[in-house]
């Protein structure tokens, strides 16, 4: 057979070569185990898109396996037992499949009636089924599309070099090719189009966005000539716009000492990091920010986004006499800013931080404001490694409150590794509490039988939010949350598998957002309410009143479900 002969026979073989039996019976089985519940409830597209990568994950897995297995010398059996090992592996994993599918709608409303979500419809099964496969079979002709480049680049190669080696330096090359051009072109050309898509969003005006001069009031920028809405960003317009106001806070409370200042510094506001800092802690200075009682540093998150719900918590529990300033470092959504601009956030976290730590420093100590932290979700990671508790041993900060912390923060996770035996990793209790306590939507901080004094740090976080509870070692072990007892809002049906359950959190973890209040990865007003009453032990409140203020506030426009 000519040389091209043979290399369009190969080519052939790569594209339309049966698929393996017993790597279908692992994948289907994969598949049909990422239907069994997880943290949070799934759509049908998003259950599907789950179920078509735990089928390709494990279809590859199995793969992988086999040429393990051959190059160990392992027996394969015989030709004429290829029909019936066939079956022996399909039968079983297509019947566990087809049981999963019909239980599926019945594991999600599990889930979803914890969450108080209304139940699927019957057509759920037979969506998801359909993507499931539709994706399969995109994933593998794509890997076959990449056995073709192994082959045509080992084509001219081949009786040159020994055969081994033709064979791994055209699977190098075909990894190189692939790793080039999804990173170094498609990678690159879509970050390029979602920044450029999330640079426009961020300067969207909503027709409800209040007038010029109240938002450079409100934002401490009036004497800011040139300023305008637009500097602030999509998020800082509404974070101005949902400012608690006296009037609000007088009927929830029943006095009001003074107007909420919130200081917000855009990113189009300046062109460097210092620059931003600066005008922020000028706006801080103008509008008399450190006269106020409380001072809130709080981070936001990859967007700019700061949890409406937890600075009106605060601003209304002081009755108004706080400040907040938050200065945002990206338009990107979290994961993206993750991706594309990691240590961005913690620099313009550390340089707020310090530039405000040293001012108030030097204040003398009874005119200082209480000096609080805070973020949520990436706006904690970076906030944590703003605060460095060892430099400020000779003028601690008040509090810290950091809600959701991502599976990322260093200094969270050492605390949860670290807790005291017999507490459970999604509620630690760490050295007892004196310094740093943990509270959820079903157990507050506060414990009269542990004294909390000096800096108090919280972290606020559910059992259900994957954000934080993912780890990239749920791959081959379970995590220490599974374990025996569980949190409230975790499904008991929740079983750990290898691999597959990876696949589930990293479903969850997108959808962790999108959910109401209270669950997964959105944290409720009630929450907050409790977690600052814990911090701060702001006088004549009672857990009666502070009830009656998380009801009032749930009612409020800016703390409804987004």
């Given amino acids: 057979m000519a040389p091209t002969t043979r290399t369009t026979e190969r080519l052939r073989r790569a594209l339309l070569a049966p698929v393996s039996a017993p790597a279908l019976a692992i994948g289907v089985t994969s598949a049909a185990l990422s239907l069994t519940p997880s943290l949070l409830p799934r759509t049908w597209v998003m259950q599907g898109l789950l179920a078509g990568m735990s089928l390709a994950a494990g279809y590859a897995s199995a793969l992988l396996g086999r040429v393990l297995w051959r190059q160990l010398g392992l027996p394969f059996p015989a030709p004429q037992r290829a029909q019936w090992w066939r079956a022996a592996w399909l039968t079983p994993a297509v019947a566990l499949l087809a049981f999963c599918l019909i239980r599926s709608p019945v594991w999600q409303d599990d889930v979803r009636r914890l969450m108080a979500l209304p139940p699927l419809d019957e057509w759920y099964r037979w969506r998801v089924a359909a993507i499931a496969a539709l994706l399969f079979v995109a994933l593998l002709a794509l890997a076959r599309g990449f056995r073709m480049l192994q082959h045509l680049l080992a084509h001219p ?22 790793w080039v051009l999804a990173n170094g072109v498609l990678l690159r050309a879509a970050l390029q189009t979602l ?35 637009e ?33 917000y510094v855009g990113l189009a506001a300046a062109d460097s990091i210092s620059a931003r800092v600066d ?17 809130l540093i709080t981070t936001p998150t990859g967007s700019g986004w700061v949890d409406p719900p937890a600075v009106a918590a605060l601003e209304h529990l002081v009755h108004g006499d706080v400040a907040t300033v938050a200065v945002q470092y990206s338009y990107l959504p979290s994961w993206l800013s993750l991706l594309s601009e990691s240590a961005y956030g913690a620099e313009t976290a550390d340089a707020l931080f310090r530039r405000i730590h040293t001012h108030w420093q030097s204040l003398p100590t009874a005119r200082r404001p209480r000096l609080v932290v805070h973020g949520v979700s990436l706006g904690a990671l970076n906030s944590e490694l703003a605060v460095n508790l060892y430099d400020l041993l000779d003028a601690p900060i008040d509090a810290a409150l950091w809600v959701g912390p991502p599976f990322r923060s260093r200094a969270w996770r050492a605390l949860v590794d670290n807790r005291d035996a017999g507490s459970p990793a999604w509620l630690p209790v760490y050295r007892g509490g004196r310094t740093v306590r943990f509270a959820n939507q079903f157990r507050r901080a506060s414990d009269p039988s542990t004294p909390w004094s000096g800096t108090r740090i919280l972290y606020l976080h559910y059992a259900s939010d994957p954000v934080s509870f993912f780890d990239p070692m749920i791959l081959w072990r379970p995590p220490a949350w599974l374990q025996a007892p569980r949190g409230q809002d975790v499904t008991p049906r929740l079983r750990w598998y290898p691999l597959v359950t990876a696949l589930q959190l990293a479903a969850d973890f997108a959808v962790a957002d999108r959910l109401p209040r209270g669950f997964g990865h959105m944290y409720a007003v009630r929450d907050y309410v409790h977690a600052w009453a814990a911090l701060l032990d702001p006088p004549g409140w009672t857990p009666e009143s502070l009830d009656r203020l998380s009801e009032h506030l749930s009612q409020a426009p800016c703390c409804r479900e987004p």
């Fill in 157 to 178: 190669l081949r009786g040159r070099l020994p055969q081994p080696l033709v064979r791994n330096l055209a699977f190098l090359g075909a990894v190189s090719f692939c």
């Fill in 195 to 229: 920044d450029g898509t999330y640079r426009e969003l961020d300067q969207w005006v909503e027709d409800d966005s209040p007038d010029q001069g109240y938002l450079r009031q409100s934002a401490g920028l009036a004497q800011r000539a040139g300023l305008t809405s």
């Fill in 231 to 263: 500097v602030l960003g999509r998020h800082g317009r509404r974070f101005v716009r949902d400012r608690s106001d006296s009037a609000s806070i007088h009927t929830a409370t029943g006095q009001a000492r003074q107007q909420p200042l919130r200081v």
């Fill in 279 to 295: 005008l922020a802690f000028r706006a801080l200075v103008d509008e008399g920010a450190f006269d106020r009682r409380v001072l």
